[in-house]
Nanobody
Framework: QLVESGGGLVQTGGSLRLSCIAS????????MGWFRQAPGKEREFVAN????????YYGDLVKGRFTISRDKAKNALYLQMNNLKPDDTAVYYC???????????????WGQGTQVTVSS
C-alpha cells in the first residue's frame, strides 16, 4: 500500500513537499513516479525516479521547479515542489512500476492521492 501526504493549500510561488510511504511492501526494487490529475482533466505524468535513484525524469510543465527523490532506508518517495503555480492544482498520486517510464499503464501500484491547491 502506498500512502501520500504533504498536500495542502499554498499561495502562488510557495513550496510543498509530498511524501509517499509504502507499507507492507518494499520499494527498493521498484521504479517510482508521481502523477497528478486536475479537475476535469486526465491524469498526467509529473516525474519518475529509477529503482536505484540514479535516473530522474520530469514532465515539461514541472521541470526546474519540482524534484523527485527517494529514501530507501525509510521506504519512501518524495516530491519537492517549488515556485508553485495555480495550474499545479491537482490531486497528486505516487505509483510504483517494474519498468521505468511515463505511461500510467506501466505502474502497478498506486496511492490514494493527496490534494494540492495553489491559490493565485
Amino acid at each position: 500500500q502506498l500512502v501520500e501526504s504533504g498536500g495542502g493549500l499554498v499561495q502562488t510561488g510557495g513550496s510543498l513537499r509530498l511524501s509517499c510511504i509504502a507499507s507492507g511492501r518494499t520499494l527498493h526494487s521498484y521504479n517510482m513516479g508521481w502523477f497528478r490529475q486536475a479537475p476535469g482533466k486526465e491524469r498526467e505524468f509529473v516525474a519518475n525516479i529509477a529503482w536505484n535513484g540514479r535516473s530522474t525524469y520530469y514532465g515539461d510543465l514541472v521541470k526546474g521547479r519540482f524534484t523527485i527523490s527517494r529514501d530507501k532506508a525509510k521506504n519512501a518517495l518524495y516530491l519537492q515542489m517549488n515556485n508553485l503555480k495555480p495550474d499545479d492544482t491537482a490531486v497528486y498520486y505516487c505509483a510504483a512500476a517494474s519498468t521505468l517510464g511515463t505511461l500510467e499503464h506501466l505502474y502497478s501500484y498506486w496511492g490514494q492521492g493527496t490534494q494540492v491547491t495553489v491559490s493565485s
